[in-house]
């Protein structure tokens, strides 16, 4: 939503959404849940839920980068720029 309202407006509405762990919140109804940050991490994901026959859900970890057709401005880039660098130093 972020991204939307810079590229939309070019500013925020001044929140910050942090997003919830889908795959807890998948596995608490009953279905298989899987959170991946890596591309191996889901390839095994995807794999265990195309074998299981079960509903799932994999709630994949993707940065800004992974989606550009909400970044298509100069300023949406510096963002994502500097999210990666905050990012970074923070872990």
């Known amino acids: 939503m972020?991204?939307?309202?810079?590229?939309?407006?070019g500013?925020?509405?001044?929140?910050?959404f942090q997003n919830p762990d889908f795959a807890a919140y998948a596995r608490a109804c009953g279905v298989d849940g899987y959170r991946v940050e890596m591309l191996e991490e889901f390839e095994d994901a995807f794999r265990a839920a195309l074998t299981s026959g079960?509903?799932?859900?994999?709630d994949a970890?993707?940065?800004?980068?992974?989606v550009?057709?909400?970044?298509?401005s100069p300023d949406g880039?510096?963002?994502?720029l500097v999210e990666a660098v905050e990012a970074r130093f923070r872990d």
Do not use: M, S
């Open 2 to 9: 972020k991204l939307f309202q810079l590229y939309a407006y």
């Open 11 to 16: 500013e925020t509405g001044l929140v910050e």
């Open 54 to 58: 079960r509903p799932t859900v994999i």
């Open 61 to 66: 970890r993707i940065t800004r980068w992974a």
């Open 68 to 72: 550009p057709h909400y970044n298509p």
């Open 77 to 80: 880039l510096i963002d994502a």
